[in-house]
Nanobody, 120 residues
């Protein structure tokens, strides 16, 4: 089994920054794509950013230029640096990883999420 644990969420004021982390552990042979999603109340889950193993990144237009996704393959950890936060960024941020296990199986895993609230 594989576990994804997010950390780094919190309450900040508009214009401030946060750094989220997602640590993967368990029967991991390799992690392929990783991504951050978010879900606000009464809204659908949306992709914020993703990053493939080689480092190519993709961002939602609403966060481009403000958020930066990165990963440390040696630590099986992904990060999301969020700058110039806006109230509309308020949501639960959820980590996703496409994992190949030691037994050769490949599937998606999801974390439990971490709350980010941007409010004055």
């Amino acid at each position: 089994q594989v576990q994804l644990v997010e950390s780094g969420g919190g309450l900040v004021q508009p214009g401030e920054s946060l750094r989220l982390s997602c640590a993967a552990s368990g029967s991991i042979f390799s992690i392929n794509d990783m991504g951050w999603y978010r879900q606000a109340p009464e809204k659908q889950r949306e992709l914020v950013a993703n990053i493939i193993r080689g480092g190519t990144t993709n961002y939602a237009s609403s966060v481009k230029g403000r958020f930066t996704i990165s990963r440390d393959n040696a630590k099986n950890t992904m990060y999301l640096q969020m700058n110039n936060l806006k109230p509309e960024d308020t949501a639960v941020y959820i980590c996703n990883a496409d994992v190949t296990s030691y037994w050769g199986t490949r599937r998606d895993y999801w974390g439990q999420g971490t709350q980010v609230t941007v409010s004055s």
